[in-house]
């Protein structure tokens, strides 16, 4: 598939391509608030599985309209009075989707805003930078709509804020404003524009070799998964092959003749 085919298939995302190979993907059901209907996850897959081989050198995940995502489409949910088994395979395709994203070596930055709540959470969790502004709040309202969390929240917030958190969220409805959601690992910058820092890291981030990023982007969350042996085996590995490649002798031979920047705390 093309670029032009991908987008040119697209609904309820929008994908706009920068010159320096930075993607934005925006979800773009502003009326629903971006609640993630099974078509929309269908189109993440679509993306995220392509984004690397079609050139992606970082991607923004922003949002149309004043909320992030509001999470699992309920009024679909509702229409469709799902058996287990069929609620079951959609949360495998949420998991293909935000699998994809932690894990298809492509950096990802997400661009929030008002409700990151419920499966909106667990989207934005599965980015690897999360840039909050002062109007972005959390919750997992699962709890008090007799439902549970199937996109990947028990793994991902648990892993960002540790399970006490998590569990508090979902049995008391807490919601953490912009601030102490910071505070707590749910986002990792608070910005007065969260979409043009998000940008900005993005670019930042898009400087890096595609290998080294890879690396990052994927390795390291399969390394979570490992035993501490196993995950430094792996890590040997992965630094053999990144730490000798040759689009890095150029950044090496800059150092040696001290023409490289040097780091500074500013
Ligand atoms: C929706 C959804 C939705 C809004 N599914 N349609 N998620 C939740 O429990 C969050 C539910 N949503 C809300 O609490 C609020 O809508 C918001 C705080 C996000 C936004 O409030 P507001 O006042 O700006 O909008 P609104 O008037 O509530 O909604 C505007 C429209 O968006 C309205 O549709 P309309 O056709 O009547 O105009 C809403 O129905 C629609 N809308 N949120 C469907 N979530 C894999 S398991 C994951 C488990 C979960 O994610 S549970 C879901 C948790």
Redesign the pocket.
């Known amino acids: 598939m093309t670029l032009d085919q991908l987008i040119a298939g697209l609904a309820n995302l929008t994908l706009q391509v920068e010159d320096d190979g930075v993607w934005i993907v925006t979800l773009n059901r502003p009326?629903?608030?971006n609640?993630?209907?099974a078509a929309t996850v269908e189109e993440m897959i679509d993306v995220f599985s392509r984004a690397r081989i079609l050139g992606a050198r970082a991607i923004v995940l922003a949002a149309n309209g004043?909320?992030f995502?509001?999470?699992?489409?309920?009024?679909?949910?509702h229409q469709a009075d799902r058996s287990p088994e069929q609620?079951m395979h959609?949360?495998l395709r949420?998991h293909e989707a935000f699998n994809k994203m932690e894990y298809g070596g492509v950096p990802i930055i997400a661009a929030l805003k008002?409700?990151v709540?419920?499966?909106?959470?667990?989207l934005a969790s599965a980015a690897h930078i999360r840039v909050a502004d002062a109007g972005t709040y959390f919750?997992?309202?699962?709890g008090?709509?007799g439902?549970?969390?199937?996109?990947g929240?028990t793994i991902r917030v648990a892993d960002l804020i540790g399970k006490a958190r998590m569990i508090d969220m979902m049995l008391t409805g807490r919601v953490y404003k912009a601030e102490e959601g910071v505070t707590v690992g749910l986002a990792q910058y608070l910005a007065e524009d969260s979409l043009e820092m998000a940008m900005r890291l993005a670019r930042r981030a898009a400087e890096n070799l595609p290998l080294t990023n890879f690396a990052i982007c994927s390795a390291i969350s399969h390394m979570q998964n490992m035993s501490a042996l196993d995950a430094a085996y792996a890590e040997s590995v992965v630094a053999g092959v990144v730490n000798t490649q040759p689009d890095a002798r150029s950044r090496l031979a800059a150092f040696a003749g001290k023409t490289a920047a040097r780091v500074r705390p500013d």
């Open positions: 009326t629903k608030r609640a993630l209907d004043p909320h995502c509001a999470g699992l489409d309920l009024v679909e949910h609620f959609l949360c949420w008002g409700a709540v419920g499966g909106g959470l667990e919750a997992l309202p699962e008090t709509r439902l549970f969390t199937g996109g929240a």
